[in-house]
T-cell receptor, first 113, second 112 residues
Framework: KAGVTQTPRYLIKTRGQQVTLSCSPISGHRSVSWYQQTPGQGLQFLFEYFSETQRNKGNFPGRFSGRQFSNSRSEMNVSTLELGDSALYLC????????????FGPGTRLLVL | ELKVEQNPLFLSMQEGKNYTIYCNYSTTSDRLYWYRQDPGKSLESLFVLLSNGAVKQEGRLMASLDTKARLSTLHITAAVHDLSATYFCAVDGPNAGNMLTFGGGTRLMVKP
């Protein structure tokens, strides 16, 4: 079974731009969660989508948004990028919305200049 | 507010030695997780602990959970260089669903 895939793997943007990151979960998984990892703040939960509905949202500004498609693929969007948005963005997939194990993808490393 | 604290944040140890990483969390949680992250890589699931007194072992790593003390430990036995990585604990919540709150991580370096 293929694992979680994330595209692109690396991205460089400038302040004020917007960016869209994509995550394809493991086949059959319906829940996708997103996390931001930075040296200063560590790993922080962004949001979870399950069956195309946002299930949970972390404490991030409205510039961070996401969605999930009927095939469970998910995208997250960050508008009006700031330098502090530079981070590793990880998505995790699981079969349902409350499962024992979440499988993490390789991440997208975003650099904002 | 749910907080998860790990200590130590950094651990340098010699091969063959034993050591323990501690994970404290501030509110009741159903499950506790341990993950490993190699530099520049994603998170690899190590253990999921589901109940008070749970103990799980894989190779040189053993994790335990005391829900009354809100404490989990990750014990390393006879460390080898391949265990060098950053280890994170995480708990469910604060909201229901697949929402994890992570500790700050423990960077482990095992020297030959």
């Amino acid at each position: 079974k293929a694992g979680v895939t994330q595209t692109p793997r690396y991205l460089i943007k400038t302040r004020g731009q917007q960016v869209t990151l994509s995550c394809s979960p493991i086949s059959g998984h319906r829940s996708v969660s997103w996390y931001q990892q930075t040296p200063g703040q560590g790993l922080q939960f962004l949001f979870e989508y399950f069956s195309e509905t946002q299930r949970n949202k972390g404490n991030f500004p409205g510039r961070f948004s996401g969605r999930q498609f009927s095939n469970s693929r998910s995208e997250m969007n960050v508008s009006t990028l700031e330098l502090g948005d530079s981070a590793l963005y990880l998505c995790a997939s699981s079969p349902t919305t409350y499962t024992e194990t979440q499988y993490f993808g390789p991440g997208t490393r975003l650099l904002v200049l | 507010e749910l907080k998860v604290e790990q200590n130590p944040l950094f651990l340098s140890m010699q091969e063959g030695k034993n050591y323990t990483i501690y994970c404290n969390y501030s509110t009741t949680s159903d499950r506790l997780y341990w993950y490993r992250q190699d530099p520049g890589k994603s998170l690899e699931s190590l253990f999921v602990l589901l109940s008070n007194g749970a103990v799980k072992q894989e190779g040189r790593l053993m994790a335990s959970l005391d829900t009354k003390a809100r404490l989990s430990t990750l014990h390393i036995t006879a460390a080898v260089h391949d265990l060098s990585a950053t280890y994170f604990c995480a708990v469910d919540g604060p909201n229901a669903g697949n929402m994890l709150t992570f500790g700050g991580g423990t960077r482990l370096m095992v020297k030959p």
